[in-house]
């Protein structure tokens, strides 16, 4: 009798417990957003029928200065707020809510990135090129995070490497591409908010790029790792951390190489090692491939943060153009710059650029609409690693 009073007892709590899974299942509303239509507008649609003014601001608006231009919502009579975009391009898009002023992230909609310290919900437009940013039915490459030892800057450090395709079942050696973030960002910036690993598939597959190694270090020399998932714990990210620009992880860079080629069957030869960075990690792919000028054979910036009158203290930036004549002179097979028109970097990467060509430097500079912004870099990121490794 008391075993059977035990399981009546706990058949309301079994209810109980279903009736909260089910409406953390069901988030108590079925909403649709956004939702993606067949000519490519998309509607948006929140709740919040105390709200006096709700704005959706997304990065296919006009910018008002840094941040994405708004427009406002729909109320209807049961308190959801609606808006339909005009007709979209393809491409992947970022957008959050203005509630009443207060930003906040769409509750029907659980996908989301962080870019720094700030979170946004995201989807794709498919078609052209931004077919290259969703998986697609095609062989996978594996995304791991390793932890490496960086005598130059004493402390074991995180790590996230892609490998190709194929690559754990075969005996092959691979060349590298070492592609670095920008300010704030960390390890985890390349394969969120550029999709890179899915490039990289994506490429492979239709035979644009050779299968390669992708290595997304973290460019912060007082981290050991991305907020969150190294020894400091919990904290908000912030934009420009000490030690970011001051040489050191420039200095420290053979430390990354020496492990990728110890520990992975990667081509050691300059030849076989690729270089590239956006904004902050475009500074650090100039200044770690002219540092070591005899061990890139291929440089991409990607909207570098080159600006005029620039004053570092480090020996690594010392005899600039001494070490960009060496650079010339030691050989490599491409030196590929890109910069928007209306980057705010724009003056002092085309001030740069004029530099190279002075000095005979052969480049190619590529000049593309829009700003400091990602959907840039990702265009970057395919058309530098198509040019890659070829014989």
Request: proline share 5%.
């Amino acid at each position: 009798m008391k075993r059977n009073w035990i399981i009546f007892a706990a058949i309301p709590a079994l209810f109980a417990y279903q009736a909260m899974a089910q409406q953390a299942l069901w988030g108590g509303s079925e909403i649709i957003s956004p939702e993606i239509h067949a000519d490519h507008s998309v509607t948006f649609r929140v709740v919040a029928p105390g709200a006096a003014e709700v704005k959706v601001s997304g990065d296919w608006m006009p910018s008002e200065d840094w941040v994405p231009g708004s427009v406002a919502m729909e109320k209807d009579e049961h308190g959801t707020w609606i808006h339909t975009t005009d007709i979209l391009e393809p491409e992947l898009y970022s957008y959050f809510f203005l509630v009443d002023g207060f930003r906040t992230c769409d509750p029907n909609n659980a996908f989301v990135n962080r870019d720094i310290a700030t979170l946004t919900n995201f989807f794709i437009i498919e078609g052209g090129q931004a077919n290259l940013y969703r998986v697609n039915d095609v062989p996978h490459g594996s995304v791991t995070r390793r932890w490496y030892d960086s005598p130059g800057l004493g402390m074991d450090r995180r790590i996230t490497i892609y490998t190709p395709p194929g690559y754990e079942t075969s005996e092959k050696t691979y060349p590298v591409l070492y592609l670095l973030h920008g300010a704030g960002g960390d390890e985890e910036a390349w394969i969120t908010l550029g999709t890179a690993t899915r490039i990289m598939d994506n490429l492979i597959a239709r035979g644009r790029a050779e299968p390669m190694i992708v290595v997304m270090p973290n460019g912060n020399v007082i981290q050991d790792a991305a907020p969150g998932e190294g020894r400091d714990g919990y904290y908000k990210p912030t934009f420009m951390i000490p030690g970011t620009m001051d040489g050191e992880f420039e200095e420290s860079f053979m430390d990354i190489v020496r492990f990728v080629e110890t520990q992975y069957r990667a081509k050691t030869d300059q030849s076989n090692r690729a270089i590239a960075g956006l904004s902050m990690g475009g500074f650090h792919s100039l200044h770690i491939s002219r540092y070591y000028p005899d061990s890139f054979d291929y440089i991409g910036l990607f909207s570098p943060a080159i600006l005029p009158g620039q004053d570092v203290s480090s020996v690594v930036y010392e005899n600039m153009d001494g070490t960009l004549k060496q650079q010339m002179e030691n050989g490599y097979r491409l030196y590929w710059i890109g910069i928007g028109k209306t980057d705010f970097l724009y003056n002092g990467v085309v001030e740069f650029g004029n530099k190279l060509d002075q000095m005979g430097m052969e480049h190619t500079f590529r000049e593309s609409d829009g700003g400091h912004i990602w959907k840039n870099w990702r265009i970057y990121l395919t058309e530098f690693t198509s040019l890659l490794f070829r014989e």
